[in-house]
């Protein structure tokens, strides 16, 4: 009679050596796919809803939120909640830092009177801001 020895096999171990290049080509991935936001908005709106939109942001853009809540407007400009009768002074002072190529991005709730957004759009061309784009999501369709 002939003994057999049974080998344990052993399973092979995983090679690791690949393992840091794909998780730091998944990391640069997101890093230039991902959409880095200036502002935080402060003001709840809901925008209104568009057909034909682009998306162009780029470094230097003013955001500027507008709301009509609770009775009374409410204003964003940048990452502070300013006074409507205070948004003159404080788009010049978002201006002087700002070079000709400056872009206003307007979101305003769709609850807002339009005689806002027409005062607000003569402050801008006062300030010297004449570039204005208008945020929008776009339509289910």
């Known amino acids: 009679m002939i003994l057999r ?32 936001r200036n502002s935080n908005p402060l003001v709840s709106i809901e925008q209104p809803t568009g057909e034909q939109l682009q998306s162009q942001n780029r470094q230097g853009d003013i955001y500027l ?11 964003q400009l940048n990452n ?23 872009t206003v991005i307007l979101k305003a709730d769709r609850q807002t009177p339009m005689r806002y957004i027409q005062d607000i759009k003569l402050m801008l061309r006062k300030a010297g801001l004449h570039s204005i784009k208008y945020g929008a999501m776009p339509t289910n369709s």
């Open 5 to 36: 020895r049974r080998h344990r096999h052993s399973i092979p171990q995983l090679n690791t050596a690949s393992l840091p290049d794909l998780i730091f080509t998944v990391l640069f991935f997101f890093m230039m796919v991902a959409h880095m």
């Open 65 to 75: 939120y507008i709301a009509f809540q609770n009775d009374s407007l409410v204003t």
């Open 80 to 102: 502070d909640i300013v006074p409507y009768d205070r948004l003159p002074s404080a788009l010049a002072e978002a201006t002087s830092d700002a070079d000709e190529q400056t």
